[in-house]
């Protein structure tokens, strides 16, 4: 672990200047993960920055019939607030469905965007990753790629992005807020994240210095008609090999809205409003979403190890639209092991 | 009626629980004695080659850092490899710590570096630079399976498995047949506790050391012969352990390396490992296996062959029991077992819960399954059908085996006679339902133990003995025996473990703790009873003038003639009347050369027999245990609570080898790559559901005077097989090789 | 053959950090480190204040063994820093309860032997605390799930469930008004035993004929 010096911030624009005033600099907010990566040396920042004490932790309604998260409120008390949980049922479960308790009451909703990936490679410092260390090859293809991606991968890297929420963000059509050097501006969830392409080490369009202060959701919560489902190799407290958040607006049994994402697939939440238009117009019918899950898995290349989740995704999906469905039915047997208290 | 100090075979709640609960039970990482330093060890990213350099320099000169410790600058220790075999090592060469350049196996400790702190210490070790020469490694099993071979040497009392009969004349004679080859990967125990050392510096090479370990016996002889120091300078203490299941049968290296750098520096010195070097060192084995088994018309077996292939490093051979269950669990004329190993550029493999049988009963357990089906008979009535009353192995009757009462009390707890037997026949709304069964074998085995008893001028009675208490609940049962044999409230009663200065016990392990430790209680507390009676004729006490030992019993507290219970003296007034502080005992169950080549007159064993149901999603494929009946013969059980304990935990190990456990190497880097609890799989609490233990009643006066069989590996045999064969059971998918992740059954 | 060197530092610190004051306050009682910026709340609690009841089981955030309760939330010690934790009010096991009055999960935990080797259990128990705190979870799936961050490898954990469902069935009971209280073996009659029967005061028993 790396010897590093630490301010506990007050004001934002303070943070900000702190950031711009030390080289390899990092913010920390609940810490769930840059500790870790610190502890294996995969981060070594030399200055930390505290954000706890900037105020950034409300919750709140917006003018438009939305909702803002401050980016220091925790993933557990963004879950429990009682807006989200009659509002957006979907993040609440996609939230609970991710890490633990306690590392739901310390992690943040900012930091929740900033999780890096868990892939064994790249937080291995014996073996060589292109995130970590540009143009040192990926470890990752051609190894143990039970965790990695099938979507959107480059050749430089096959990375998954760990989180469950940032599914749900993505299904949701959240808006990242930050402020940095230049002043505050906006990001639409699905342009936060980047695929890896050519420059693997970058997760995210976040400039440097940039802080996220808060994410906002707009007013359609879809509260009515979802599902968050997510296949692990243990029952709780494990990384996703496949999540799939589905939310769906029903006239009747005619689909007049989907949102499709998933997770544990590739190097972002993964949305695709290609399949969400094969659905839109359709009856809600498992002939739908077959098709729908067929679409989103068009261009899925498996690793090796990881070949089994492109059958998987495609059955996680057609059984979350499933689900999304029959919400207000009586739920099939199988939703006590599926879906998630 | 049962006497109010009746302790034996009751329920009676962990005497170390309030430490546990509290937090006050301290274990090897935190003695903090006062100027400790704290080291921390680098590890070796290359599976084989050499160390080319080591720049040290940045490092030392960081203030606080008081010593880097490479092969370069740490002295020879002991010259001879037999100086660094402890009492469970294998045959070859033991691996030594910091000794020379060669790297064996990745995550090799290459380094230790000491510093006044172990924020400092861990931070040094981030910026160690060491360069290396990689050399080609081997480390796929499946590849040198031509290449293995028959181990002359293993572990002390190692046999090899035994053929009998002809099992080709056996295969040909069956008319209904099975074959089939199971795998499993390499598993490591990963304690919660992780292995740590604390080594307090009392001056003049005297230390008093703190080590996770689960024989502090074994740890003292190696620290003295590594080191040449004498037992009076190496005090070793394990008051609590972390969890053992056999990660600390052997001295691991961080005790050498707290040794070493405390004797260097002459300070005190705390090594702890790192979660990711809990995958440095033993481990269960990959082990690939073949079983064919045939059938008559009626279902007895005619033949049956087991060969197992297991991978151990270039440098020990580790060998286990893999296959020898085999020619015991079942009857049968014709058995072939063969055993081989497989040089590989691992660490040494290490006895992990139920060595040997935890695998082999997977392999067997799925084949008996197998069999039945090809046979056209429930799984249990097949085994009932080939069930074995004399050992055919051994050539010896069992001392006891009630076996058949854990199949009829297990499966009418389970309700197993309403199972349909088709694959997929059994449903609970969408979801398949799967009940498969298994059971398992275990040796009910006894080692030498020394144990005292004291009796102070209050009533106290101190019981003491060198064992361990890795969670097995040792404390607790060595209390209710003792204070049963003395009469004693167990209030009254203290047993003392964990420490060199105690009598000599063996290390914890092999399921013959409560066996080897607790008949040793008894006999200490007969020579103390003794002793009393003795004292009391020395009194002014006509009561007892002429008793002999036979005449009294020790209860409530007091001697009382049997032959006039009203008559009774109170064991405290005769430790004050003997004028000394205290009256001690002590017992010696360490065998005699005669006595040890005598050849036993019984074939001693545990048993079980487990009934496990699955659910399994039809679409998703997702699996989920819901409930199991895990029905156990082991003689006597002194305690229904804690060993009821050790059962469940079975259960949930057989259920994690079964859906989620593996060590997953990467073979192009010779490392294993989820050396972490957040890929290395093992259940959590919402895995787990319901669970049942049965005691089968069982009375053995053969196997030892209290008739303890142990229990702390049987209850794990035939669960991961059981969970399969449920598995099979529910989707008709037949997976042989664990453990069976979803990808397996899509 | 090839060569293989650790890789470097990208940015090694011209010199080390300065240890820095951090004032904690833990079970009631306010502590002054000087300690290292990177020195987690873990191990902050177990080197620096010997409060070595909060264990370390992976220091990596994926066991659970090392939670404590902040400001009554429950939370895993070894990734947070103690200089993040300023003004929080910490409660480790160390502050759950005493010899002589145990915490009724503490209690619970002994009666249902919820634990074996009693490594994990201190993290079990205070997680179980914040899950009291938390007030989510009432049936046994929920308390199974919530129950999820905290491993346990000796595999106690059907005896961890009760023990949970018995505090929670009590603590609703006691809501609800009712005069219910946690069960307890009587610890102070058993002492009482122990010396009447050293000091030959209790009545004679019938021994086994």
Known sequence: MNSFTFTQATAVEAAVQDKAAHEGAAYIGGGTNLIDLMKENVARPTHLIGLKNLGLDNIENTPDGGLRLGALATNADTAYHPEVEKRYPLLNQAILAGASPQLRNMATDGGNLMQRTRCYYFYDLATPCNKREPGSGCSAIGGYTRVHAILGTSEQCIATHPSDMCVALAALDATVRVSGPNGERTIAFEDFHRLPGN????????????????????????????????????????????????????????????????????????????????????????????????????????QGTNNFKIELAKRAIVRALKQATEMNQALDATAFQNSNP | MSLITDYIGKPTSRVDGPAKVLGTAKYAAEFNVPNLLYGYVVSSPIAKGKITKIDSEKVRALPGVQEVFTHENVPNYAFLDRSYKDDVAPGGSPFRPLHDAEIKYSLQPVALIVADTFELARYAASILHIEYEEAAHETELTKHIDEAYEPGRGKTGYKPPKSRGNFGRGWKEGVAHMEGQFSHHAQHHNPMEMFASTVEWLGDKKLNIYDKTQGVFNSQQYVNKVFGLSKDQARVISKYTGGGFGSGLRPQYQLFMAVMASLQLERSVRVSLTRQQMFSFGHRP?????????????????????????????????????????????????????????????????????????????????????????????????????????????????????????????????????????????RDG?????????????????????????????????????????????????????????????????????????????????????????????????????????????????????????????????????????????????????????????????????????????????????????????????????????????????????????????????????????????????????????????????????????????????????????????????????????IYHATGKRVRDLPITIDKLL | MSQFTQPTLERPPMALAPTQAVSLNINGKAHTLQIAPWTTLLDALREYLDLTGTKKGCDHGQCGACTVLVDGKRINSCLSLAVMQEGSEIQTIEGLGSEDNLSPLQQAFIDHDAFQCGYCTPGQICSAQGLLNEGRATTEAEVRELMSGNLCRCGAYSNILSAVMEVLGNKGAEAAGSQATPKKESKEGARQWAAGAASQSVPPVEPAK
């Not at chain 2, 008996?368 to 009932?384: C, Q, S, V």
């Not at chain 2, 196997?703 to 794990?716: R, T």
Request: net charge negative.
């Open chain 1, 199 to 302: 420059t693997p080490e970058r997760d995210n369009n976040l400039e440097p210095g940039e802080l996220i202060t808060g994410l906002d959701l707009p007013a359609k919560g879809f509260e009515k008609n979802f599902s968050y489902l997510k296949l692990r190799d243990r029952t709780s407290y494990a990384f996703a090999l496949v999540s799939v958040a589905a939310t769906l607006e029903l006239d009747g049994t005619t689909i007049k809205d989907a949102r499709l994402a998933l997770g544990g697939v590739a190097h972002k939440p993964w949305r695709d409003k290609a399949a969400e238009a094969l659905l839109i117009g359709q009856p809600a019918t498992a002939d739908t979403f077959r098709r729908a899950a067929a679409k989103v898995l068009e261009g899925a290349k498996g």
């Open chain 2, 286 to 426: 990959e082990t690939l296996q073949h079983v064919a088994l045939a059938t008559a018309a009626d279902g007895s077996l005619t033949g049956m062959n087991h060969f197992a292939v297991a991978e151990t490093s270039q440098f020990e051979d580790f060998t286990e029991n893999v296959v020898g269950w085999t020619g015991t669990l079942y009857d049968c004329k014709n058995v072939k077992l063969g055993y081989r190993l497989a040089k590989l550029d691992v660490f040494s493999p290490l006895d992990m819960r139920a060595p040997g049988a935890a695998s082999g009963s997977i392999a067997l357990e799925i084949a008996m399954d197998e069999m039945a089906y090809a046979a056209g008979l429930d799984p249990l009535e097949f085994r009932i059908r080939n069930y074995s009353d004399f050992d055919q192995a051994q050539n010896l009757p069992y001392s006891s085996k009630a076996l058949r009462k854990c199949y009829a009390e297990g499966a009418a707890k389970f309700g197993w006679e309403q199972r349909t037997p088709e694959p997929g026949s059994m």
């Open chain 2, 430 to 726: 969408n979801l398949l339902v799967g009940w498969g069964m298994g059971g398992g074998i275990w040796d009910a085995s006894k080692q030498p133990a020394v144990v005292k008893a004291s009796l102070d001028a209050d009533g106290h009675l101190t019981v003491s003995s060198g064992t361990n208490d890795i969670g097995t609940g040792t404390y607790t049962i060595m209390t209710q025996i003792a204070a049963e044999s003395m009469g004693l409230p167990i209030e009254a009663v203290t047993f003392v473990l964990g420490d060199t200065t105690l009598p000599e016990s063996p290390l914890q392990g092999g399921s013959w703790t409560a066996a080897s430790v607790g008949n040793s209680v008894v006999e200490a507390c007969n020579k103390l009873g003794e002793a009393l009676l003795k004292q009391a004729q020395k009194m002014d006490h006509a009561t007892f003038k002429d008793a002999k030992i036979d005449d009294v019993q020790f209860v409530n507290g007091q001697m009382r003639l049997r032959t006039d219970l009203t008559q009774g003296i109170v064991l405290r007034d005769i430790v004050q009347a003997s004028g000394e502080p205290k009256m001690e005992a002590e017992n010696s169950t360490v065998l005699t050369k005669l006595e040890m080549l005598k050849p036993p007159k019984y074939s001693m064993h545990a048993h079980n027999a487990v009934f496990v149901e699955v659910k399994v999603d039809p679409d998703l494929m997702t699996v989920h245990v819901t409930r199991v009946v895990n029905a156990v013969a082991a003689g006597r059980i002194i305690n229904p609570k804690t060993a009821r304990s050790q059962v469940l935990g079975s259960v949930v190990w057989g259920i994690s080898s079964a859906l989620m456990e593996e060590s997953v190497m990467d073979h192009r880097f010779g490392r294993y790559m989820n050396h972490n609890y957040a890929e290395y799989h093992v259940p959590v609490n919402a895995d787990i559901h319901d669970i049942d233990v049965i005691f089968v009643n069982e009375e053995d006066d053969k196997v030892n005077p209290l008739g303890i069989k142990g229990i702390g590996e049987v209850g794990l045999l035939g669960v991961a097989a059981a969970v399969a064969n449920a």
